[in-house]
DNA sequence: CCATATCATGCGCGATATTGCATGTTTTTT
DNA sequence: AAAAAACATGCAATATCGCGCATGATATGG
């Protein structure tokens, strides 16, 4: 590799490779490596960047790193609403109960209000949930494993769907990435829905809790008819989807100005 | 990591990574570290934090906590020389490993720290040590379920035991209570204990990484005898059992005064 | 063979980013 | 309350960047 005149594209090669192995390159380095002005460098930088095989930065480029959106980031933002879903929620629990917690931000919010006097059992498939639990006392805590997905901060898979389909609990609260009345509760993964599935087919109680951002909305695959959710606790009760949902069957939970819950 | 011209994104992506594995950075030692006066560090660490990836703090900055501490009162939270250990111990992983984390704050420090470049797949039967990865792309990871013990932080049980006599790891850390010529490694519960046999009985290689104040203790019940630790990781070397245990094989890894690491 | 089109490249120039320093302010410590 | 440390802000020096344009080389077509 030295100053022999190399074509262009072997040149871009020679940059894409040499940003796959190393991580870095140096603008000024590449120049004179290649024998080349900056300027020609810098180009081939913007194309491979356009081409999304690097990442331009002041002086040179690296490696592409993607990754900005975690559950982490969006649990730091926690918002009042949530916590208040989660305090109604947690509050349908009854004494001796098996109860199932999906991940989620608000699922989380559940758990960190679940009462720890009616002598629980949880079930979750998200250590976040575990881990939320784990100063409270009279809680039994059953973790469900599997391949864990940074993203959703969940345990997914056969091996965790193997696990679920042996589990019948009496209340479960499972999150949903939309809640529609013609696609019903849906989920932005495959695998992610059909877990979901399981659950809600088991479970003798299915309480769904969202914010209002979510309601009509609909995510590429279907977990379940709205048939299936026997309590939504929402912060927006006077949604049209509430009504017809109430007219299915369901109960709609909500907290009134005093900050009582009420219920339809 | 001396004084290399390094990019100004890449000091960024640093700072962020120390950030995250660390818990805590301090303005001036980073200053030095990279080679660029105190302002630009300070210029730094306001950008991620605008990003949400760190907490600024009077000296320096922590990992996003939503209560307001002082730098000085989080100093104590992890000790540094878990950290260190952690950084050690991590740095035994080889590409394409399968990894076993054990429970327990050292082998958080460890999860913290492994190297995100040489496509690990981690299994583990800690939610925090899944949480503490969740962040991570090019980490597979497998959450092992079970009973959760909110004191331990780990699931324990016969559907976790199960589980693990399936898995075979290439490296395994676990935890001890207590590491003695007599005892070998030992446990405070009789079923941690099981756990813990079953995964080393299983690795190629067993890594323990403990402080000092661990050597030469013993609990109640025991894992295993000290002949099949192949790595002790370690901040006394100096500790007769470290002789001992090098005279059976073992490879002692503790860091030098200049920060390197080095093995007997 | 010549005219023209196309392309990669290098250079100049104004714009932008990064950095360190000076200055004044806030926070912590004594 | 005073001293020290850390901090934010403005500014100037330097490095890097993007863009337009000229150049030369190669390809295409008559």
Redesign the pocket.
Known sequence: MSAET????E?LDAIRERIRTEGRV???VL?VEF????????????MLAAEGHCE??????IRPRHAPTTLRRRMSEASEAKQRLGRLAASLTESGQTVFIDAGSTNLEIARHLPRDRGLTVVTNAPSVAEALSDQTGVEIAMVGGRFDPRLGSCLGGQTIEWLERLFPDIAFIGTCGLSLEAGLSAFSAEEAALKRIVAARTRRLVVAVTGEKLGLSAPFQISGTETVSHLVTDDPDHPLCRELAELGASIISETRSGHAASS
């Open positions: 190399l074509l262009s594209n040149r140096v603008a000024a120049a024998g080349v002005s900056e300027d020609t460098v810098r180009r081939d930088l913007r331009r930065v002041y002086g040179g480029a």
